[in-house]
């Protein structure tokens, strides 16, 4: 980066934006800034930001980037509420690790379609999922000790091939029960999947015996149950959901056979039920857009193929990469953005690419760093990693990325279940999590030896300019030397040189250059 | 020494450094806001809408013929007809003996879905659009004077564009981690945290270093987090890290950071789960912590002289239908229930109503009071009449919606 920005500033036209260009584009696709090498090769004209951007998307960061993003719009991610404990042949591991690797697995998945450049709609047609070795002893999946941490295994229980729709982890997080009859995970399929919200009109609901007939005989209630119930038929089969308290129950009294499907392997799908629970509920069809589908399967197949998909997936991604709602992505650009991915044969990773090189996207007023990649970020430029391990065997905390004992919901995130849009604006917690971040990272940083104590002024000086452009991307300017000089000088006065660059670094950290790109 | 006193020793020492003189704070003399959230879907047959036909509904299939004490019966105070049990439920006619006078309690309130989420929106925002801020933290941002608009103790905030002037706990209390350095956890490998050492003058530094940085300019977040952490004393004395809160706690706190002028509004949710699909009987409970919890903070708050000054609204996204199922449960149901409490709340009273069938019955919905032209009184019209209460104008929030005002005076 000292190369990049030297030329940067010797340049007969210098041009200090594509710096800032590329420092969005890297933060968005990646979560941390360029490197040196890439701010030099762009300088000096060796690659370009498209250049550099494709790079990216094949770095492995982009996946976890991602996953990210399908956490926030899928709310997936939901590790305040109860997940199925780490007893029986789980006994030992971390509650916080197990919890991670089962909110995680349909979000793996996601990111194995995107990664390896197959089209996006086999998020809804494959008949896999991934696995970890928690997710498949919970779920009862292949998992080979010899392989990768996470590999992508298929379902052997019968489940239809329907990739999320079909994963244990979309069923847990959107629950089912006998009154609602796979309604909630029919709704987040619209919602999230093709942008579609339902308006619940005004309905005046009689007696619980008249309810279901009001679903199919009130007009205020059929407008939504025409659209929504073959949509939940589809998912007859899969189990409404399985409790923290059920499975401790049945591990605990060993699993006699009227509770075995509760014991681990926990069995969450029933060909049986799968034949039976639509004419049990009453439900029409499984169907989608008024043709019937075999399925969900064919429930998949159907949203795969469904113009509507390609352009809510567009929307989706315009508005996360933005931090904007989705609802306001204009449709012209949802358009634009959906022609880009179905001319790249469904590679999501060219969506990506197009929305964070579009010139609208540059422009944008300045975006602040999430809270899932505020940690990574500190880290590349410091070395200190922002974790923690609370007392009583919970197991390790991204402290970004949680919020059973992080601060992903308290830095503007969402909870995934309570919180379920991030914040539209700073917050004092958000601004007060920055702090604790950048005052430990500083500490590591001095006291590691990364960031020399040094006290003579010119050095002083040199390395304040050095840690500008390493930093904050940026080439100093002697005002901006001097105030920096000036906090060092005073908190000298208070301190001792340690104290003085552990205050001037926490300082640098928190600019907006860091904390925003 | 109990931690109310403690607590109410460090207001006093704090006053003079810490804490600008409440009378300052409350110049606007717009009324405080706390609203309490029964997560997960109240049956509110358990207490405010006894329906004593429910034969296989409420709370009657509990009774042990065995106890003679243990009686649902339905008690009158004023207009407020409650169902009590002495022996499961002793808080609901202890709280209405001490605070029916304040008291104004509204069953079948419509909220027009079975989603927790709609349902949440609704009744705290007012509106189903997502992304909608809740009333706290409208009422905080727009009123509040304090160093924090509002506070979220209970997760369940909506602080849209108000952000900036809202401040959330945290399920596990983070929020103290964030206030207090020396309480936060070990690093994963077991190591211990580093210890910047970094003292007030130096954060006062290295904030106006940050100010330079931005031509002048400061982050309103920025600076509600200085205060935040000025007033850190009485957030670190009641959060407790790593750990949920009891809603007994939070009750308390809240009523503290009102007194101390900290926020306008809190927010506050029961530790407890209404959602009670299986085994109903769990409700007893959750309604004797809740009226338990509501009977401490209004006597707090009288004790302080701040119940005139403060509107407590207690909502939950749903209720539940009327008759049990085969585990033993409940569905949802949407039709709900509020309690009002406080600053310019008529007592004894009684607004909206349900059928047999638990159905709401219609109503003007300004009054509040059955009108046969009317439709159940709705969670908009609630909303807008708690904003307007308390000093909002409901219509830039929720055009169009007639605010209930048959609660006040």
Redesign the interface.
Known sequence: MLLALLLLACARDPDPSAIDDAVRVSVALRGVHPSSDELDALTRGEASLEELARRWVVDPRFGAVVRDLHAEQLLLRIDTQPHPPPMGPLAGIGEGTLTRSLDEEPLRLIEKVVTDGRPYGEILTTPTTMADANVAAVWGLPWDPAGPEWQEVAWEDGRPAAGLLATNGFWQRFQSSEQNRHRTRAAKVLSALVCQSLESGTIALGAPESLQDAVSADPACTTCHDVIDPIAAAFAGARKYVTEAEVRTAERSGCPAPLAGDCYPVVMWDDGAAATDGDRWGLPAPGWKNEPVDGLAGLGRALATDPGFEVCTARRFRAWFAQEPWEAVEASTAATLADDLRSADGDARELALAVVLDPGFLALPRLWVRPEHASALVEQLTGFTWDLRPDGGYGAVEVGRTDEFGLRALMGGVDGWNSTRPDAAPSPTRELSWRWLASDAATYAVDSGREPILTEEGAVREALRDLHRRWLAEEADEDALDADLALFGAALDRGDARHAWIVVLTALLLDDRVVGY | MRRRDLLAGMLASSAGCRVLPLEARAATGAPHLIVVHADGGWDPTFALDPKPGLALGGPWPDVDPEDPDDVEQVVSWGEIRALCNDVRRPYVRRYFDNWAHRTTVVPGLWV????H??G?DRVLAGT?V??SPDVTAITGGTLGTGP?GAVDL????????F??A???A???G??R???D?AS???????SA???????D???D??EA??R???GGDR?P??A??D???RERGLLLDALPL?RRNGLADDLELAATLIEAGTCHAVLVSTSSNFDT?ADARQQHGSWNELLGGLGILARRLEDRGLLDRTLVLVVSELGR???R?EDGGT?????TAAMLLGADVGGHRSLGGTDD???GVPCDQGTGRPSATG?PLRYDALIAGVLEAVGVDPGTWLPGVRPLRGFRG
């Not at chain 2, 936060?184 to 077991?190: L, P, S, T, W």
């Not at chain 2, 569905?331 to 039709?335: F, G």
Request: glycine share 14%.
């Open positions: 027009g879905t079975l989603s989420w709609e949440k189903g997502d992304g924090i209970s997760g369940v905030g909506r602080p849209g564009p952000a900036s809202v401040a959330r945290g399920v596990r983070q929020l981690a964030l206030l350095p936060r956890f070990v690093r994963a490998d077991g945290r580093p210890d910047p050492g970094l003292e003058t130096d954060w530094a290295i270093w940050r330079g940085r931005s982050d977040a920025a509600r987090a205060a935040l952490w790593g699909h239908s009327p008759e199922n569905h949802h149901w949407p039709y069938r638990l159905v439709e």
